[in-house]
């Protein structure tokens, strides 16, 4: 994968406001945050989206983002957050290095705002779908 702006972060070449680290992970303040407290968790592992990241690089974010997610919230007084995970520049990913975002929401509204259009579920596709997916993970 090409050199990102968060390799270099990671390699200590541009700063950051880093609130963890372990060897395998790096969280660290987004500079163009949706609300106070939007932080950022990635792996050290260079992987571009969540889908390419190795069993042990997804289990060393999934092992402090619970952590980290507490830690923010503590700190910021905030009851509520979302986590988001962009992957692709259609679905809006801009760094393309594997990133959760873990965003506070406040009463003033500020944080992650959500588009969310459900579309009508055909069970009989949905089935067929479903079962596609589990052989494809089977293999
Ligand atoms: P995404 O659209 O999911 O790829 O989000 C990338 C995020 O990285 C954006 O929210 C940016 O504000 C953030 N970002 C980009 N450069 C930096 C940086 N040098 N330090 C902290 N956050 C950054």
């Not at 950051?16 to 992970?25: F, G, I, N, S």
């Not at 932080?39 to 990241?53: F, H, N, R, S, Y």
């Not at 929401?105 to 588009?115: C, E, P, S």
Request: aromatic share 6%; glycine share 8%.
């Amino acid at each position: 994968m090409s050199d990102t702006i968060f390799s270099k972060i990671i390699r200590g070449e541009i700063p950051c406001h880093k609130v963890y680290e372990d060897a395998h992970v790096l969280a660290f303040l987004d500079v163009n945050p949706l609300s106070p407290g939007h932080t950022l968790v990635i792996p050290k592992e260079p992987a571009v989206t969540v889908d390419a990241l190795s069993d042990d690089a997804s289990a060393a974010i999934g092992r402090v983002l619970p952590r980290i997610s507490r830690a923010v919230l503590g700190a910021t007084g905030a009851s509520a957050f979302n986590i988001l995970q962009n992957n692709g520049a259609l679905a809006h990913q801009a760094v393309f290095h594997v990133h959760f975002h873990i965003i506070p929401k406040y009463d003033d509204g500020t944080g992650l705002g959500i588009g969310w259009k459900p579309q009508s579920f055909d069970h009989a596709a949905g089935k067929e779908l479903a079962g596609k997916i589990a052989a494809t993970l089977a293999k």
